[in-house]
C-alpha cells in the first residue's frame, strides 16, 4: 500500500501543475453515511476534512451540489477499531470520475488515511474530468425516470405579495394554479404568462393563511380550501370554480385545512382543530364530504412538534412507517409510530413568513404576551419513489416575531432505514420562498416566490416559477 501511495504523489507532482492551468474543478464533499450509528459525529467531521484536503489550484471546494461540477459521497465503515473509507465522485449528469477506498487499523490513522483517499480523488477526478463528455459547471436538474424533460418556465410579475399556492387541474388550455394573499384567492391559468381566471376577496379581518386543492369533483370541478382565520378562530372556506367563476361550497368551517400525500401516495385533505389555549389541538383526520357537510374519519395521532401543516409520513426499506416533522425550531425529525425521535437534521429547513395571532391563554408559553405570533410551518413533501423534500428559507433577517426572508433552495432527502441522506439540493435562489407543490403526474415543482416585500411604498410583486424535480445524486 505505501508503494502505493508513494507512486500515486509522484503522479501528482507531475500532473497537477499541468492540470492546475485548465478550467477549475468546483466538488462539493456531502456528509459521510457511517456505521455503526452511535459513531454519527463523524458525518460532518469527515466531510469537512475531506473538503479541505481536496482544496487545490485545480479544485476548489463549494458549500452546496447546486455550485458544484463533480460532487463526492463517502461513506465510514467499522468494524471493531479497523474502518474502512470509501467514496465516490460524480458529474451532475450521474456519470462516475472516481470510485477510491482506503483502509486503517486503528483511529490513529484516519488522518493520515483521509489524505491518502484526497490524493487518489483528485488524481482521478483531473484525469477523467476532462474528457467526461458530460461535464457541466453546475449540478443539472433532471427528471425522474419516465418523464419528458422540460424547460424551467417563470411567470409574469404578480402584485402583491402572495402567500399560499395549490394546484388546479390541468386542462388542455394550459395548468391552472390558485394562489393566495391575505384577503383575496385567485385562480390563474399557466400559458404564455399566467391569465387570470377568476377571483374573490375576504373582509379585512378574515385572514388567509393556507391553501390546499382537491378534485375533480363529480362536476368535473377543482375545489379548494381555504384555511381563514377570523380574529384568534378559524372561519375557513370551501370553494368550487364553476362557470368561469369561484362558487363557495361551505363557509364558517372551524378548522384547519391541509393536503398530504402520507408515504408519497394519493393526496388527500386532511383537517385538525384549534383549542381554546392550543393551536393545534388533538388529532389529525381525513376529511369527507357531502355536499357542503363536512365528515372527519380515520384520526391519526400526531407526534412531538408535529401539526398539520409540518407532518407527513415515509415507509422505510422494510415497509415500516415513520413520521417527518419540522420542529418549532426549524430542525427536520424522523419519529417511530410509537413516537421515538430517530434522527434530526444539524441544519433548519422550512421558514416561513405566514402567520396568525391569537391572544395568549393560561396554556401558552407567552405569559407577558397578550397577543401571540404562530408562523406557519412549510409542508413536507414525500414522493411516489420515497423522497422527502422540505424548503429551506434563509434571512434576510429573522429576530422573533420580525421575518424577513431573501433566498432560498429545496432539498430532497431518502431514508436509508436509520437516517435521512441528502441525495440532491437546488440552485440557491435569491427570493423568499412563500409555498410550493411538487406535480406528481409531470415531476415538476411548482414554486410561489416573492421577488419584491410588501413596504410603505408598495404592495410588493411575486412570481410562479416551474422548474423539473432534480435527480437524486
Not at 134 to 146: D, E, F, R, V, Y
Not at 251 to 264: D, E, K, Q, V, W
Amino acid at each position: 500500500m505505501k508503494k502505493t501511495a508513494v507512486a500515486i504523489l509522484l503522479t501528482c507532482v507531475f500532473l497537477l501543475p499541468s492540470m492546475a492551468s485548465a478550467a477549475q474543478i468546483r466538488a462539493y464533499v456531502a456528509q459521510f453515511a457511517v456505521t455503526p450509528q452511535d459513531a454519527g459525529s463523524l458525518k460532518s467531521t469527515l466531510q469537512t476534512l475531506l473538503s479541505s484536503r481536496m482544496a487545490s489550484e485545480a479544485i476548489i471546494p463549494v458549500a452546496s451540489a447546486a455550485e458544484a461540477d463533480v460532487v463526492i459521497t463517502g461513506s465510514y465503515t467499522q468494524f471493531g477499531k479497523v474502518f474502512s473509507l470509501d467514496a465516490v465522485a460524480k458529474l451532475g449528469s450521474g456519470s462516475t470520475l472516481a470510485t477510491v477506498f482506503e483502509q486503517g487499523e486503528s483511529q490513529d490513522d484516519l488522518i493520515p488515511a483521509l489524505g491518502r483517499m484526497s490524493v487518489k480523488l483528485k488524481t482521478e477526478m483531473l484525469l477523467r474530468y476532462a474528457q467526461a463528455p458530460a461535464a457541466t459547471s453546475q449540478l443539472q436538474l433532471s427528471q425522474p425516470t419516465g418523464t419528458t424533460v422540460r424547460p424551467a418556465w417563470i411567470s409574469q410579475r404578480i402584485v402583491g405579495a402572495q402567500a399560499a399556492l395549490a394546484p388546479g387541474l390541468a386542462r388542455s388550455e394550459g395548468k391552472e394554479f390558485f394562489v393566495a394573499e391575505s384577503h383575496a384567492l385567485r385562480l390563474y391559468r399557466q400559458e404564455k404568462n399566467l391569465k387570470l381566471l377568476a377571483e374573490v376577496k375576504f373582509p379585512q379581518q378574515e385572514k388567509v393563511i393556507a391553501i390546499d386543492s382537491a378534485g375533480p369533483d363529480q362536476n368535473g370541478n377543482p375545489r379548494v380550501y381555504v384555511t381563514i382565520m377570523s380574529g384568534d378562530t378559524p372561519a375557513s372556506k370551501i370553494f368550487s370554480f364553476e362557470d368561469a367563476k369561484l362558487k363557495p361550497v361551505a363557509t364558517n368551517l372551524p378548522y384547519l385545512f391541509r393536503a398530504i400525500a402520507l408515504n408519497g401516495g394519493k393526496s388527500r385533505i386532511y383537517a385538525q382543530q384549534m383549542g381554546v389555549s392550543e393551536d393545534f389541538f388533538g388529532d389529525l383526520f381525513e376529511v369527507s364530504e357531502t355536499g357542503s357537510k363536512i365528515e372527519l374519519k380515520n384520526p391519526i395521532k400526531l407526534p412531538r412538534y408535529a401539526n398539520i401543516f409540518n407532518y407527513n409520513r415515509i415507509s422505510g426499506p422494510d415497509g415500516t412507517n415513520y413520521s417527518t416533522v419540522l420542529s418549532t425550531g426549524g430542525y427536520l425529525i424522523v419519529y417511530t409510530e410509537a413516537g421515538e425521535e430517530l434522527w434530526r437534521s444539524t441544519e433548519k429547513f422550512g421558514g416561513s413568513e405566514t402567520y396568525f395571532q391569537r391572544e395568549s391563554g393560561s396554556g401558552t408559553r407567552e405569559p407577558d404576551e397578550k397577543i401571540k405570533w404562530r408562523f406557519i410551518d412549510q409542508r413536507i413533501t414525500v414522493t411516489g419513489d420515497g423522497e422527502v423534500i422540505v424548503p429551506q428559507n434563509e434571512g434576510f433577517f429573522v429576530l422573533g416575531n420580525s421575518r424577513s426572508y431573501s433566498k432560498h433552495t429545496l432539498v430532497g432527502f431518502s431514508w436509508n432505514g436509520s437516517s435521512l441522506e441528502e441525495r440532491w439540493r437546488t440552485k440557491l435562489n435569491q427570493n423568499y420562498l412563500a409555498d410550493y407543490f411538487l406535480d406528481a403526474q409531470t415531476g415538476e415543482m411548482v414554486l410561489l416566490e416573492v421577488v419584491q416585500k410588501e413596504g410603505v411604498f408598495g404592495k410588493g410583486g411575486s412570481a410562479i416559477r416551474v422548474i423539473p424535480r432534480p435527480a437524486g445524486i
